[in-house]
């Protein structure tokens, strides 16, 4: 290569440049060559053109599990650490926090009510179980009364023929009132019912406590384990027993209610009335509740798939109602509803 600079004295001046020699300018571009062959040959693979390189990043979608977690090595897509097991304990874990949350919460309001209820039971059940046996009290009474009758007839002069004799005494054996037994039947059926749904509340809050809890290792085995759980959990049919609980907490509040009218009747007629008025319409209420969503019940939309009437959604539908549905479309269409 050669440069041509102009003098002061306007002669021409021919300066040669030493330029990169040729073994270099080939050594530079064999090289170049080289890097191009291997860059188009990684683009390919068995003939055929390579898809591109995934890229991982940390998107702001939880949701989005493709960018959660990176993509799984090839014939690793079940290994211990699978993104397909780290993103079902991530929905299993929202789905459980749904489901724990509204048991529990409804088991922690059935044992204060139980609770409460029991002691007041307990209360007027002290009173009125002492009707059951022998008062000594009432017969010493009765006792002096015909004592009494007796001196006013020595003092009168008159026969003791006339004094009529005491209707209790120790040795007569005793007999309970048809109304003592009815109001204590009920009202111990009724403390027996509170009782017994607070001991299953508190066996349901110690399996719903196990459930919860995962052993650490690794996304495989917790996966399993929590399918395992899930699995028993519906087998034996631990969320229709909670949906039974609070049935069996509204027949003991029914129970007591009958039971206080029973007891009010022979005493105070018009108190029995008005509180019969009162529990006949607070359950009717709560029976309408629970059958009126069975009998107008409203069609799941088109999108969903139906078979006859076992599909239905109902509406302002109470558990207590999906579990009677449960039962009715059991009996008469071999257990459509599935709880």
Known sequence: MSVKTFGADSDTQEVHVTSLTDDMLNTGNSGSDTGYMHSAKSKRRF???????????????????????????????????????RAYLDERAIVDANMIEESRDSVDVLLV???????????????????????????????????INIQRALASGASLDIVAPSPLNPNMPFIATTT??????????????????????????QWLHHYMLLPSGTPRERSLLRQFRYAGLQKWRVLVIIGLLPVLMHTALAIFFFGLVIYLGPSQISLAWIVGIITAAAYTAYLMANILPLIFPIPLPDVAVRSGPCHLQLR????????????????????????
Not at 180 to 204: E, M
Not at 318 to 338: D, E, N, T, V, Y
């Open 316 to 339: 302002f539908a109470l558990p207590r109602s999906l579990l009677l549905a449960h039962i009715f479309w059991h009996f008469a269409f071999a257990g459509c509803f599935q709880i």
């Open 113 to 147: 009510f139980a609770g409460l209820f029991s002691a007041v039971v307990t209360t007027f059940v002290v009173q009125t179980s002492q009707s059951l046996q022998a008062d000594y009290a009432e017969i010493s009474a009765n006792l002096l009364f015909e004592i």
């Open 47 to 85: 003939g055929l053109r390579a898809p591109p390189p995934h890229k991982t990043s940390k998107g702001s979608d939880a949701s989005n599990y493709e960018e959660k977690y990176p993509e799984d090595a090839t014939y690793e897509e079940m290994g211990p650490n699978a993104r397909v097991f």
């Open 180 to 205: 003592s037994v009815w109001v204590n039947g009920l009202w111990f059926t009724s403390l027996t019912l509170s009782l017994a749904t607070a001991l299953v509340s508190v066996l349901v809050k």
